[in-house]
């Protein structure tokens, strides 16, 4: 079962907007994980918050938590044409240990237009 | 290159017969996953290891599949009497879990391996 749901499915967006992506989710985590997937390839990891961090950075990603609503947004400033991607909001369970399996969503896919 | 290896990355093979996948891991790795993903999903869990034990294994995991990692080091999923239902990207990841971080360690995930049941 996908715990995780991501919201929108699919962004198109113009070269240089921001692109913000949300993921809810529905048991208490250890920590959250987004990532990203190229078409057809493997998943590349791009952040990792935990349940107790409220917003993290870096470089031009921004995620937040909120675990009393049970959702994380990622922000993506000064989009390029190569954040062009799948990407996906992954939870690490607590009834499960942490640094366990893994529980993604769905995926947004998001287009970034030159 | 240090990252998660798998081999083959591609795999064609008819309904019926045997397919064994490799995951080579990032060496320090003590956990080594196996996930399932099929078109427009995200994803699914299958099967864990710490170091050569396997510690959960989830019920898309029927008795036609079955994971070892011998050593610790690398490991192999085997699919007996393939199904089309099988075809799908196979993701091996690993990470390393030490209490020291806390035991929040990001997976870091190898290019998969596609199966094709024809």
Known sequence: SQQGEEDPQALSIQEGENATMNCSYKTSINNLQWYRQNSGRGLVH?????????????????????????????????????????????????????NSKLTFGKGITLSVRP | DTGVSQDPRHKITKRGQNVTFR???????NRLYWYRQTLGQGPEFLTYFQNEAQLEKSRLLSDRFSAERPKGSFSTLEIQRTEQGDSAMYLCASSLKTWLAGGYNEQFFGPGTRLTVL
């Not at chain 1, 870096?58 to 994380?72: A, F, I, N, P, Y």
Request: glycine letters at 4%; a positive charge; one cysteine or more.
């Open chain 1, 46 to 98: 791009l952040i990792l918050i935990r349940s107790n961090e409220r917003e993290k950075h870096s470089g031009r990603l921004r995620v937040t938590l909120d675990t009393s609503k049970k959702s994380s947004s990622l922000l993506i400033t000064a989009s390029r044409a190569a954040d062009t991607a799948s990407y996906f909001c992954a939870t690490d369970a607590f009834y499960t240990g942490a």
């Open chain 2, 23 to 29: 995951c080579d891991p990032i060496s320090e790795h």
